[in-house]
């Protein structure tokens, strides 16, 4: 998925931007995607520990595995 339409579909479903970061370190309780030495890092930060940490060699491929689980996230509260 582009960075254009993660944009857009995040705001089209009304997923609020503080469940997650780009880029922007890490912070309690959100889903974090960061790019290290060419590699794309995405997990869920908690307590202070990275949780369920998944790889990827794209950013594409780390967009569409963040958007999947703030959905399954939106659903869990009930929003959609």
Same mark, same amino acid.
Not at 3 to 10: A, D, G, I, L, T
Not at 44 to 48: H, L, T
């Given at each position: 998925m582009r960075? /254009? /339409?993660?944009? #857009?579909?995040?705001a089209k479903n009304n997923i609020p931007e503080s469940w997650f970061l780009i880029n922007n370190g890490s912070q309690e309780d959100?889903?974090?995607?960061? /790019?290290? #030495?060419g590699k794309w890092y995405f997990y *869920? #930060?908690?307590?202070?520990n990275r949780e369920n940490e998944l790889i990827f060699d794209n950013?594409?491929?780390a967009? /569409?595995?963040? *958007?999947?689980k703030l959905l399954?996230?939106?659903k869990y509260h009930g929003t959609i």
């Open positions: 960075r /254009e /339409e993660f944009k #857009y579909k995040v959100t889903f974090c995607l960061e /790019e290290v #030495y *869920y #930060y908690e307590k202070g950013v594409e491929d967009l /569409e595995i963040l *958007y999947k399954i996230e939106k």
